[in-house]
């Protein structure tokens, strides 16, 4: 395909997504004015808001930067975990934090529940529905919960006191004892509070599942720390717009275990910083900034001062600011209300507030990107909006983003893996914003070029179709990409098609090149023509 055909092709494309999303934008802004779809019966199914389909043209950019992601993160020891895209709704709670946005508001949770237990029909129907109950709870398609572990335990004992069912085992429900019947009803109770169903999150960030998996698959036994990077989808339910989605992409890393070293917070940022570097993103700048712990001495103590700050402010502050005096006055520091910012600047900062570890420690993180060449500027209102960071915390914006630039946040949280069960741990890590790398890159004119066939084989007559499936073979098992219409095409429609799909070589089989075994290969670029047997053909290719 030539440079102008390529040009054509991804402006089609473009004109498509871009009329694509206008149309979805006037109906979200005003759903009366929207053009009518499809009539009801001939329904026209469209992606959910703020989710969206990534095309050909964009998915290679895509691969290209995941492929990296692998071949950097592996060159630092890193190796990859997939964790599952669903966990239970607690340990999002616990692990971002109940306070939060994302928790508070944004996740999308749903009960993952059995059907209501059945009434047992008979005497010996009980017996059996209590032995079911038991085995549900044990492979956990009933929540184990103290509560429903209490209500079988009750059942269990009713029923094995059993002296009141004795001979009427057999019995129907209407024919049992008055006495029996009471007994039942206890039963039935204790069945109905049992609770059928587990709170499940599609996940909205991927730290506390990697730290869950850490405590679950005893990887503290490992060499430490434990290097783990993921990629795949994360929801959240955000107000979409440009660079944010409800489903969105994460490329993360979190290193688990080993000690607090400021080289380590060091050497994940160097690696991020690397990663970036190779994707060709342009205009990064790295912010980092320190937090401190949790101490009177430290953030508590800085904490406290900045609420007693702000209520004297409270009166210029905005609602959200003024709410979070109370429930996280950290957070005020993330405003971006105009007319806060000359308040926010006067504030007490925390740098100045940190306890003597928290200060060396920074200062040595910052002494160790120097060292790695790695630029940086410090961003004393950096807080972040999750509950379990600590010390160092950092962020990296990229150009071509508009609002929503930050394409990448991280930073350490060496509490998180004992507040979800496991023992004391360090941890620090990343998520890169994977649709937002792909804006910025597209953004500054980068796409992998588009990648055509190597070989179109044009084929005409019978013959000459056997011949082509097994060319198609032997080439594509040489690792060529070969495109082999599934119909006969003309000389020149086959010539034609061969061009638009982009392929470099058209390969013509037709009765002369059968019976002489030469086979013609045409480059499509130039035109020239040459006859090759089918191992001169492979070889060539091959060659270039
Ligand atoms: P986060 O700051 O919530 O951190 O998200 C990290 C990145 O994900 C953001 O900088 C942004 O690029 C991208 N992102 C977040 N929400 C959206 C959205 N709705 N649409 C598009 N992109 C979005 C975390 O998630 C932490 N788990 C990072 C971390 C790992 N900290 C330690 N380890």
Not at 177 to 183: I, K, N, S
Not at 290 to 305: E, F, L, P, Q, T
Request: charged residues 25%; aromatic residues 8%; contains cysteine.
């Amino acid at each position: 395909m030539s440079d102008q055909d390529k040009a054509a092709k991804r402006a089609q494309w473009e004109e498509i997504n871009r009329a694509k999303a206008a149309a979805k934008q006037k109906e979200q802004d005003a759903p009366e004015n929207a053009e009518p779809r499809a009539s009801a019966t001939h329904k026209q199914f469209q992606t959910v808001r703020g989710t969206r389909d990534l095309l050909p043209l964009d998915t290679a950019l895509w691969n290209h930067v995941e492929q990296t992601a692998h071949e950097v993160f592996g060159t630092f020891g890193f190796g990859e975990i997939r964790p599952p895209i669903f966990e239970a709704t607690e340990l999002f709670a616990r692990g971002v934090g109940g306070d939060t946005d994302i928790v508070g508001k944004e996740m999308y949770t749903f009960v993952d529940r059995l059907e209501k237990l059945p009434n047992p029909s008979s005497l010996e129907a009980y017996g059996a529905f209590i032995e079911q109950a038991e085995e549900l709870i044990a492979t956990e398609e009933l929540p184990a919960t103290t509560a429903n572990r209490l209500a079988l335990d009750r059942m269990k004992e009713i029923w094995d006191q059993g002296n009141v069912f004795k001979g009427q085992d057999e019995a129907p429900i209407e024919k049992v004892d008055q006495e029996v019947l009471e007994e039942l009803h206890t039963i039935v109770v204790l069945k109905d509070s049992m609770e059928l169903g587990q709170s499940i999150s599609l996940r909205p960030e991927a730290t506390a599942s990697v730290c869950r998996a850490y405590i679950e698959h005893n990887m503290q036994q490992l060499p430490q720390p434990v290097k783990l990077y993921y990629m795949g989808p994360m929801f959240r339910r955000e107000r979409p717009q440009k660079g944010r989605y409800r489903q969105f992409y994460q490329i993360g890393a979190e290193i688990l275990g080993g000690p607090d070293a400021p080289a380590i917070d060091a050497e994940l940022i160097e690696m991020l910083m690397t990663f970036f570097d190779k994707c060709g993103l342009q205009g990064t700048e790295l912010s980092i900034n320190s937090i401190g712990h949790a101490a009177d001495n430290c953030r508590r103590g800085y904490v406290a001062k900045l609420r007693e700050e702000l209520l004297k402010v409270k009166d210029k502050l905005g609602t959200d600011s003024q709410r979070r005096i109370e429930t996280n006055p950290l957070r005020v520091l993330d405003s971006k209300l105009e007319h806060e910012q000359p308040i926010i600047a006067t504030l007490p900062r925390i740098a100045d507030h940190l306890c003597d570890e928290c200060k060396t420690h920074y200062a040595a993180v910052k002494r160790d990107l120097d060292l790695r060449g790695v630029k940086y500027h410090e961003n004393w209102r950096l807080v972040r909006g999750l509950d379990y960071y600590m010390r160092t915390t950092f962020e990296i914006t990229a150009q071509g983003l508009g609002s929503q630039n930050a394409v990448c946040g991280g930073g350490r949280y060496d509490g998180l893996v004992e507040l979800l069960g496991g023992p004391p741990t360090k941890g620090i890590g990343f998520a890169i914003g994977e649709d937002r790398l792909i804006l910025s890159l597209q953004e500054g004119g980068k796409a992998p070029a588009e990648q055509g066939p190597d070989v179109f084989i044009a084929w005409m007559g019978q013959n000459a179709y056997a011949t082509a499936i097994r060319a198609a073979k032997t080439l594509r098992s040489a690792g060529f990409r070969v495109e082999l219409p599934a119909t006969e095409l003309k000389f020149g429609k086959a010539l034609e098609r061969a061009s638009k799909l982009g392929s470099r070589f058209a390969l013509i089989l037709g009765d002369n090149e059968i019976q002489s075994g030469e086979w013609t290969l045409k480059n499509l670029a130039n035109a020239e023509q040459q006859k090759l047997t089918e191992q001169a053909l492979l070889e060539y290719l091959q060659k270039l």
